[in-house]
């Protein structure tokens, strides 16, 4: 099988959205920015339409485990019909389905860009994206049963169950994948170091790399601009419970939001994975950045 | 092979089964069927039948291998032989659902019908027909409609005929549990579609419409993140390609060699009947607004009566 898929993989709220309007307009020729309604990059792997087309039928007749198993063969079969790569945005961890393929299809999959970001700014976010407390944004964060769009069998809902594990076992998960090739970027250095960072991640997703398609495709995508097209018109990746997506967009914001308790448990949960990507200084404290 | 053997009619056609269907109008006919539903040994591989349309189908021409893994496979041909071979020890619910979903909008397809995916509701003398995505809220538009007191004519799979009427489908309507407690109907009485989803079977009894009737407007409904409806009339190019988009589907007409006629169909069907983009809020949405709104857009139509 030729691997024609690529995965922009993250838990919610890592810089996912930037990125896909980073590639659209990195890959489109128009002369104004991307409608933030139209990121083109490929579907959402947990999109139902999609699944149902290529399957030939309906999903809404199928349980929660039947869907899972049957994800790995939607993509293999996406792949094998691409001419040239496709990009898919992907919030599951990557788990094995029925302990034996990967969710996504190692064989399907060209790479999966990895985006991380600082949990503790990550709970904020994600609290304000699903209309929760910020303590219950970090519970979740914290419970290796948590998922999103919840299959609960009673109703029906556009996007299928995703299942994130919790915040540092859905970094693992993809980082030490054994048989996929990730390349990990840091919402972080998204923001400081944008240039190299997106640089990177065109290299790495093979997108073109010339230094000023880069300059003109991150002036389109800039977080102000995503911002004001969706003071414009309502983006529809929104939560509907949460007034607005695009929020603050910045790094850090935990050092003036959380409480030194909320820091202590986000800590303790997650400081194994926080020290390896850099979130910790050298005492195993949050670093400023 | 199973030795019962029973009619039913559907979508105007004749049906001869060894498979009861429950939810099909028994008919007592001793002259053969239009179609044929029985068991019987179909492929473990569909390559045999023609090119590969999906991980699980394969299409040639009037024909369509699908297999829905651990449920069954289906084979449907020349518009009148839909064999089945169920996998392991299944439910014989499970293998109806796919048997009245799938593979008789491909036997519809194959026999030259138009099929929409859709609902379908009496409005006046007439009827409307609400398409979209999965989740778009087609079914309980169309529960709300029922309840409103429009007869309902068909419910997911919608064969138009060549004078752009809505053939009958199915005298049900597929319920999941969440849009019944909303509509407050009681399932406690109904069956499960299958025993492990808490999707119910609702049977239409009077309320079902069983005469073809002509389309006035098909409406398509489109979930956005605004807190009000909005309804947005479509012409030229677009209607043609809401139709195409919303065709039942659609992946396997080009492999079953229907393509010319469909994109035919979709044309003539689109220069003869308005189409509406109905934009809903995504979220929490007053389902009698949506009605309020479809109906008094009907009205304006003429189609009221």
Known sequence: MTARLFWLASYPKSGNTWLRAFISNLTGERDVPASINDLGAGGLASSRGWLDDVLGFDTADLDRGEIARLRPAVYGFASERRRSFGYHKVHDACHRVDGRQWVVNAGATAGALYLIRNPLDVAISYANHGDCSIDEAIAMMEDPEHRLARDDGEQLKSQVEQRLLTWSDHVRSWVDNPEIRTHVIRYEDMKTDTHLAFSAAARFLRLPTHPQDIARALAFSAFDKLKAQEDEEPFRERDPRSPRFFRKGVAGDWQTTLTGAQIDSIVAAHGAVMERFGYLDAAGSPKVM | ?305
């Open chain 2, 1 to 305: 092979m199973n030795d019962i053997r029973e009619s039913y009619r559907l979508f105007g056609l004749r049906i001869s089964s060894d498979i009861r269907l429950p939810e099909l109008q028994p008919f007592s006919a001793d002259e053969p069927g239009d179609v044929e539903i029985r068991r019987g040994p179909v492929p473990a591989d569909g390559t045999e039948v023609g090119p590969k349309m999906g991980p699980f189908s394969h299409a040639a021409e009037n024909a369509l291998w699908l297999r829905v893994p651990g449920v069954a496979r289906y084979l449907i041909r020349d518009g009148g032989k839909l064999i089945y071979q169920p996998e392991g020890d299944i439910d014989e619910d499970s293998v109806r659902v796919f048997m009245l979903g799938t593979c008789i909008g491909a036997l519809l397809a194959q026999r030259g019908h138009l099929v929409l995916h859709g609902n379908v509701f009496e409005v006046g003398g007439g009827c409307a027909v609400c398409v979209g995505s999965s989740g778009a809220g087609k079914s309980t538009l169309a529960a709300r409609m029922l309840q409103r007191g429009h007869r309902i004519i068909a419910d997911d799979v919608c064969p138009v005929d060549l004078n752009g009427r809505a053939i009958p489908g199915i005298s049900r309507l597929k319920l999941w549990q969440d849009t019944a407690r909303r509509l407050e109907i009681d399932t406690a009485a109904l069956r499960r579609i299958r025993p492990n989803i808490a999707k119910f079977e609702m049977p239409l009894g009077d309320a079902f419409r069983a005469e073809p009737a002509p389309i006035r407007a098909i409406y398509v409904l489109t979930p956005w993140n605004q807190d009000r409806f909005t309804i947005a009339d479509m012409s030229g190019i677009a209607k043609f390609q809401a139709l195409r988009a919303n065709s039942y589907r659609f992946r396997f007409l080009k492999g079953m060699q229907l393509g010319p006629r469909h994109f035919r169909q979709c044309r003539t069907l689109a220069a003869d009947v308005p189409v509406a983009q109905v934009f809903r809020p995504r979220l929490g949405f007053d389902i009698d607004g949506l009605v309020d709104l479809i109906l008094a857009d009907l009205a304006g139509r003429g189609a009221v009566s």
